[in-house]
């Protein structure tokens, strides 16, 4: 088997150079952080379920029109992808007040907001991915205004399909991060959703419960994270509800 060029490896993905020009192959790791990578663990099992769950997610919003990155599934932990310009931001849509927000604005976690809100972090982990406006991604030409009005409408979108899917399995959809990629065809540019969605990147509660399903578990040492991300999956039917959840998930191909 041919060696793979490695092109980047991040806290929880490793990518790779895909089969034909244009595609990139995203491979899942079960690395587990928080704070920025000073918390680190492993979680055995972590990496095959994000990949499986983000192939739910990405194919479901392709379903309905909204373009994403996402080629398709090869194996348990990796996925073939279109290759795309990062815009250096994360987009992060809040539904209810949780995390930093809940910090800096003094509302106890949980609190539902008026509407969801639409927040941009400039990515750079030596700085910890700070907060900025959009004057500041204007001013330094991240993106331009349109690129800022389709990001926003690409976002909310997201949302839209996010909550409706976790609230039919019992889930509130408490935020989420998404990132957002370039592609060309000729002089043509346009945005994609890309990166991931999977429980590392969305706050997930219990509806009845408000039971944390997501990476929070590990943050706050409030159980085993693979447990949380197999309840998610087997909710949504990716995994059996015969299942065990163990470090080691049978998945529905």
């Known amino acids: 088997m041919a060696r793979r060029n490695k092109i980047y490896e991040g806290k929880a993905k490793i990518i790779y150079e ?16 928080a704070f920025n990578a000073q918390k680190k663990d492993v979680i055995e ?8 769950l983000c192939e739910y997610f990405m194919v479901g919003l ?46 106890e976690e949980g609190t539902q907001l008026p509407r969801p809100i639409v927040e941009y972090c400039y990515k750079d982990d030596s700085l910890g991915d700070p907060l900025v ?14 690129d800022m009005d389709d990001i926003l409408s690409l976002a909310l979108r997201v949302n839209d399909f996010l909550s409706g899917v976790m609230y039919g399995v019992g889930i509130k959809l408490i935020d989420f991060k998404i ?4 592609v060309y065809d000729g002089d043509y540019q346009r945005l994609i959703v890309a ?57 529905i191909n």
């Not at 931001?89 to 927000?101: D, F, H, K, P, S």
């Not at 990132?179 to 370039?182: A, H």
Request: glycine share 8%; aromatic share 6%.
């Open 195 to 251: 990166d991931e969605i999977s429980p590392d990147s969305c706050r997930l509660w219990d509806m009845e419960t408000g039971q944390k399903l997501d990476k929070d578990v590990f943050r706050r040492d409030l159980g085993n994270l693979a447990d949380a991300y197999t309840e998610v999956a087997t909710r949504l039917g990716v995994m059996p509800k015969t299942s065990t959840p163990i470090t080691k998930p049978t998945l």
């Open 133 to 146: 406006s959009e004057e500041h991604i204007a001013a330094f030409g991240w993106a331009s205004q349109q």
């Open 18 to 33: 895909g089969p034909e020009a244009g595609t990139i192959v995203q491979y899942f790791k079960d690395d587990a952080t």
């Open 45 to 52: 099992g972590k990496g095959v379920l994000n990949n499986r």
């Open 62 to 107: 392709n379903q309905i029109g909204v373009p994403t990155h996402f080629i398709k599934r090869l194996n348990m932990r990796e996925q073939l992808c279109k290759s795309c310009e990062i815009v250096p931001l994360e987009v992060i849509v809040r539904n209810y007040a949780a995390g930093t927000m809940s910090k800096r604005l003094g509302l």
């Open 179 to 182: 990132e957002i990629g370039r």
